[in-house]
C-alpha cells in the first residue's frame, strides 16, 4: 500500500460541504502515500488511564514527516489525551498512566532511560488557548532557547527568525521590548508557535490552536501550519472539521465508547487515512456519521 | 399606526412604566436598613475605641514617647523607645524566618507535592488546622522547639522571632499557596512544553508572578504577629527593658508586652502613656497594611 496516490487536499468530494484553502493555497495539491514511509513518531498499543478511568483504548498511529496530521472526533474521545502522550505532558496529570508504546524515531518514548524534559525539546506544543509568558515578546521567544540551554550566538536574531517562522515578524518588530499581552488573540497565538520553533523542535503537536480566534485569526494560523509542514512535522487536534479538511494531509477519527458496566467513556480510534478519503469516501460508517453532522 | 400596534403600546406603558421600581419595596429597603446598621455597627465600635484611646493618650504624643525608655519613677515621662525598637527587630526576626521557610513550604505543597498521595493531604490538613491553634500554644511550642536545641536564653529577640515565626507560618504558607494557584496552569503548561524543568518553571514563571500575593500575605501575616503579646509572655519576654537590643541574643521588649505591663499599674500616667503606645502600635499595623494593600494594587497580575 505504498503506492503514491495524488491526493487533493482541498478540493474534497463537492457532495461533502467542506472548506476548500486551494484559493488561499495555491499549492495544496500534494502527493503524499497511503501510509506514512519514514514515521517520525508512531503509537503502539497506546492505553491511557485516569486513576481506574480508561480514557484511551488501544491506540495504533504513525505521524508522518512533514506532514499535518488532524485528530478529529467528538468531545471526550481521548484525542487531546492521545496528543499530550505525544509529548509527555500525561506525566503532568496526577494519576495519569500510559501503557503501550509512543517512538519517536523509534526510540520509545516511554521507556526507562528517557527524560521526558528531553522529548520536550524534541517535540513542542501549542496550547488551545494562547499562553503568553507575562514578559516583553522577545523575552517569550528567548525563554525556551534559555531554559533548554541552547547555545545561541544572537539571541536577537533568533526571535527575529521565530518570529518570521510564525508570520509574526512585520506586525511585531517595532515593540519587542513591549508585554505580549498588548497583542491581539491570534498575535498571542502565533506568538505561542514564534515560541515552540524558536527551540527548534521536530514535531509540534497543536491542541485546538484556534479554538479561541476569530475566523481571520484562524485562517492566518491555519495559512502558518501550512508554511510550517515544511519544516516541520505538526499534529493537530481540532474540533473544527472543516479546519482538518482544510490543512490535514492525514485524519485520525476518534469516537467514545461507553463502558457496559461504569458507563465511563473510553475514547478509541476508529478510522485513520489520507485526509481526502476520510472526508469524501469513509470506511467506517460512524467517521460518515460524525463528518456529515449526525453524530457529536 | 395600527390598532394593534397601539395596543401593543398602551399595554407596554402600563406593564413597564409603572412608577415604583420592585427593587424598592419596603422589604427590599428594609433588609438593606439592616445591612448597612451591620456595617455602621463595625465601624463605629473601631472609631468609638480608637478615639477614645487616642483621646486618653492624648497628652502624651511627646517625643519622650518615642525616644525615652520606660521609667517607674517619672511616670508621666515614661517612654516606648525599648518597646518600639524592640517590635522592630522581632518583625525582622520573625520576617526572616518565617518567609523563607513558609514560601518554600507552599511552593513544595503547591509545585512538587502529589496531591493524591495520604502524607501531602495529611499535611494540607494540618496547616490548615494550624493557623486556628491560639497564640500562646505557639509561645509554648517554641520554648519547647528552644529547650530541644539547647538554647536557654528567655526573653531574648531569637525566642521571641520563633515563637512568632511558628504562629505566622501558616498563614504565609496558605496565602503563598493560594497565590501560586492563581497563576494560571497555561503559563506551567506553556514553559513545561519548551522543555523547561519544574524547577524552572516554577522559578522564572510561577514564583514572579506570585510574588504580589506573596508579599501582600506575608505583611498580613506579620501585621498580625506584631500586634501579639501571648507567646512573647512565654517565652519570657518582659516590659521593664532599659536598653536598646543589639543583636539576636540581646534580651527584648516589644510593645504589646510594655502596653500590658502598663495597664496594669494604677498610676493614671502610666495608663495614658499605654493608651498612646497603642495608637503607636495601631499606627505601625495600618502602615503594614496600607503598605500590602499598596504592594497588592501596584503590582498585581490579571490573566
Known amino acids: ?296 | 399606526m395600527s390598532i394593534a400596534t397601539r395596543t401593543a403600546r398602551e399595554v407596554t406603558a402600563s406593564t413597564i412604566a409603572t412608577g415604583r421600581s420592585r427593587d424598592k419595596t419596603p422589604g427590599s429597603l428594609l433588609f438593606l436598613g439592616a445591612l448597612w446598621f451591620s456595617l455602621f455597627f463595625g465601624v463605629m465600635v473601631l472609631v468609638v475605641l480608637i478615639v477614645s484611646t487616642a483621646l486618653e493618650g492624648a497628652s502624651r504624643f511627646d517625643s519622650n514617647l518615642i525616644t525615652e525608655y520606660g521609667s517607674i519613677l517619672r511616670p508621666e515621662e515614661t517612654g516606648f523607645r525599648a518597646g518600639i525598637l524592640g517590635t522592630l527587630w522581632l518583625m525582622l526576626t520573625t520576617a526572616a524566618l518565617a518567609i523563607p521557610l513558609g514560601i518554600a513550604a507552599a511552593i513544595y505543597l503547591e509545585e512538587f507535592a502529589d496531591p493524591l498521595t495520604w502524607y501531602n493531604r495529611f499535611i494540607e490538613v494540618n496547616i490548615q488546622n494550624l493557623a486556628a491553634v491560639p497564640s500562646i500554644v505557639y509561645g509554648l511550642l517554641a520554648v519547647a522547639a528552644l529547650a530541644v536545641v539547647g538554647f536557654n536564653e528567655t526573653g531574648v529577640v531569637i525566642g521571641g522571632a520563633v515563637a512568632l515565626a511558628l504562629l505566622i507560618l501558616p498563614v504565609i504558607i496558605i496565602t503563598t499557596r493560594e497565590s501560586l494557584r492563581a497563576v494560571p496552569r497555561e503559563i506551567r503548561f506553556g514553559s513545561l512544553a519548551l522543555g523547561a524543568t519544574i524547577w524552572q518553571t516554577t522559578w522564572r514563571q510561577t514564583l514572579p508572578s506570585a510574588v504580589p500575593g506573596i508579599a501582600t500575605g506575608t505583611i498580613l501575616g506579620l501585621s498580625r504577629a506584631i500586634g501579639e503579646a501571648a507567646p512573647l509572655l512565654i517565652i519570657g519576654i518582659a516590659g521593664s527593658v532599659l536598653f536598646d537590643p543589639d543583636g539576636l541574643v540581646s534580651p527584648v521588649t516589644a510593645l504589646p508586652i510594655q502596653i500590658y505591663d502598663l495597664t496594669s499599674r494604677s498610676q493614671e500616667a502610666f495608663q495614658q502613656a499605654a493608651s498612646a503606645a497603642i495608637i503607636v502600635l495601631l499606627a505601625m499595623i495600618l502602615s503594614l497594611n496600607a503598605l500590602a494593600i499598596f504592594i497588592r494594587n501596584k503590582f498585581q497580575k490579571t490573566w
Request: a negative charge; aromatic letters at 6%.
Open chain 1, 1 to 296: 500500500m505504498t503506492h503514491p496516490t495524488t491526493v487533493s487536499t482541498a478540493k474534497a468530494d463537492p457532495s461533502v460541504s467542506i472548506g476548500s484553502l486551494a484559493d488561499v493555497h495555491g499549492d495544496a495539491e500534494r502527493t503524499i502515500p497511503d501510509v506514512p514511509p519514514d514515521p517520525v513518531m508512531e503509537a503502539f498499543g497506546l492505553n491511557v488511564f485516569y486513576g481506574d478511568f480508561h480514557a484511551v483504548h488501544d491506540v495504533n498511529l504513525s505521524f508522518g514527516r512533514n506532514e499535518i496530521t488532524a485528530l478529529i472526533g467528538p468531545s471526550g474521545c481521548g484525542k487531546s489525551t492521545v496528543l499530550r502522550c505525544l509529548n509527555r505532558m500525561n506525566d503532568l496529570v496526577p494519576g495519569a498512566r500510559v501503557e503501550g508504546q509512543v517512538t519517536y524515531h523509534g526510540q520509545n518514548i516511554y521507556a526507562k532511560a528517557v527524560d521526558p524534559i528531553a522529548v520536550r525539546t524534541h517535540v513542542g506544543m501549542v496550547f488551545q488557548k494562547p499562553n503568553p509568558f507575562p514578559k516583553s515578546i522577545h523575552d517569550n521567544i528567548a525563554y525556551g532557547p534559555r531554559v533548554i540551554g541552547m547555545k545561541v550566538e544572537s539571541m536577537d536574531q533568533l526571535v527575529e527568525e521565530a518570529l518570521r517562522g510564525a508570520a509574526l515578524w512585520d506586525e511585531v518588530k517595532d515593540k519587542l521590548k513591549q508585554s505580549a499581552y498588548g497583542l491581539s488573540g491570534g498575535q498571542q497565538q502565533r506568538l505561542c508557535i514564534a515560541r515552540t520553533i524558536a527551540t527548534k523542535p521536530d514535531v509540534i503537536l497543536m491542541d485546538e490552536p484556534c479554538s479561541s480566534l476569530d475566523p481571520i485569526a484562524t485562517s492566518r494560523v491555519e495559512d502558518l501550519m501550512v508554511e510550517l509542514r515544511d519544516d516541520y512535522t505538526i499534529i493537530i487536534v481540532t474540533h473544527n472539521m472543516q479546519q482538518a479538511a482544510r490543512v490535514s494531509d492525514r485524519t485520525a477519527f476518534f469516537t467514545a465508547r461507553p463502558d457496559e458496566t461504569t458507563g465511563n467513556r473510553t475514547g478509541l480510534l476508529v478510522e485513520y487515512d489520507l485526509t481526502s478519503r476520510i472526508f469524501a469516501n469513509p470506511v467506517d460508517k460512524r467517521t460518515e456519521d460524525y463528518i456529515s453532522g449526525r453524530f457529536g
